[in-house]
Every structure is written in C-alpha cells, then in structure tokens.
Nanobody, 128 residues
C-alpha cells in the first residue's frame, strides 16, 4: 500500500526559509512526486515535481512563481522528497501537499488530477 506523509510546515517571516519533507512509502520502482499548494479561496496549484527511485535523468519541474526560490530534491535511501523553500513571501502562504504517481515525471507533473496518492498536507504561513 502506498502512503504519502508530509512534514516540515510552520510559520516564518518574509524572506525566511523552510524545508518540507515528503515520505512516499510502498514503492519499489520509479515514481513521480509532486508538491502542490492551496491557499484559502484558491485552486490547488502545482509547485514542483521530481522523480524518485529513478535511474533516469532526475528531471525536475517548477512553477514559474517559485523558480529560483524553491528547490526539490530526493533522498532515495530515505524514500524522502524535500522541498527547500527560500526567500518566502506572504503569497506563498498555503497548505502544502505532497502527491505521488507510479510513473516517470513528464510535462503533466504539475497537474494535480494526474496523481493518485496524496498526503494530508502541512501548513506554511509567511508573515510580512
């Protein structure tokens, strides 16, 4: 059974940093892991995605709004995908979700409806 669990949310001031962790267990082969966020009153949006347990290129995908500030990385030994968030802004305030899908990442990787397995979310709040 696949399980996805996020952690690492919290409250920071503008310009601060946070690192979110996503443990996706139950996989033995390559899968795509994506980070998404949803602010109150807004639709869920894709933030970043990468491949885990992959012998491929380790491609990463980012939303334009976070390029240069966020970085996604993988530790396959720990079944963990990290989202390092730097230079945080109040607009980054949202519930952040991790999702996983049993396939290679691709151009679809920031579309939430493409993912089957989801975590419960972790709150990130950025104050001005």
């Amino acid at each position: 059974e696949v399980q996805v669990v996020e952690s690492g949310g919290g409250s920071v001031q503008t310009g601060g940093s946070l690192t979110l962790s996503c443990v996706a267990s139950g996989y033995t082969d390559s899968h795509c892991v994506g980070w998404f966020r949803q602010a109150p009153g807004k639709e869920r949006e894709g933030v970043a995605a990468t491949e885990a347990k992959s012998e491929g290129s380790g491609r990463t995908y980012y939303a334009d709004s976070v390029k240069g500030r966020f970085a996604i990385s993988v530790d396959n030994a720990k079944n963990t995908v990290y989202l390092q968030m730097n230079s945080l802004k109040p607009v980054d305030t949202a519930m952040y979700y991790c999702a996983a899908e049993r396939t290679y990442c691709g151009h679809w990787s920031l579309r939430d409806y493409e993912y089957t397995y989801w975590g419960q979310g972790t709150q990130v709040t950025v104050s001005s």
